[in-house]
């Protein structure tokens, strides 16, 4: 099993026919790695409930979240300005290395009835949103927190120009996109 660092130093010579890349600088990198989880308006409700969200992210990713606060007051959700309605981690370097490596080899296929992502999830500036339903799938995570249980988004923003070049260079990377013909079965029904 090979490092996101020693792929990375292999995709020129493996995809620049493929994506017509004419110089070792066109090859694209992955930039940073945002992870996100919405807590809403559950500080309201249960301060320690956001305290925990906030503490398993950083054990997930190895970095403390930064609270998101509210851009404008919503009465039907009972919400304010200003108030923290989420958690966020954006991870580049080293840490974006070994949380990368852990998502796909660890993380994802732990995945109750994991097939692959869809390539439809990348969208047109070639960065890769996951929709993660539970944390638990995370090694990191006790099984003690059953009842706490929060999904999280992930987003991969590589330097890719358009969506054919992010789908290859993810793809030699090892991130398991299902077969195009699954996908656009899935698309019709």
Known sequence: MKSLKEKQAKVFESLASELGLKNVMQTPVIEKIIVNVGTGSMQKRDRKKNDFIA?????????KPSGRPAKS??????????????????????RMHSFFDKLINIALPRTKDFRGLSARS????????????????????????????FGLSVTIV?????????????????????????DMKKKKA
Do not use: C, W
């Open 158 to 182: 590589t330097t890719a120009h358009d969506k054919k070049s992010a789908e290859a260079y993810l793809r030699f990377l090892g991130v398991p996109f299902k077969k195009p013909e699954d």
């Open 122 to 149: 990348i969208d047109k500036m070639g960065n890769l949103t996951i929709g993660i339903k539970e944390h638990t799938i995370f090694p990191e995570t006790g099984d003690e927190e059953l009842h706490n249980i």
């Open 73 to 94: 007051s919503i009465a039907g959700f009972k919400s304010r300005e200003g108030d923290i309605v989420g958690q966020s981690v954006t991870l580049r370097g080293e």
């Open 55 to 63: 503490e398993q992210l950083a054990i997930i990713t190895g970095q």
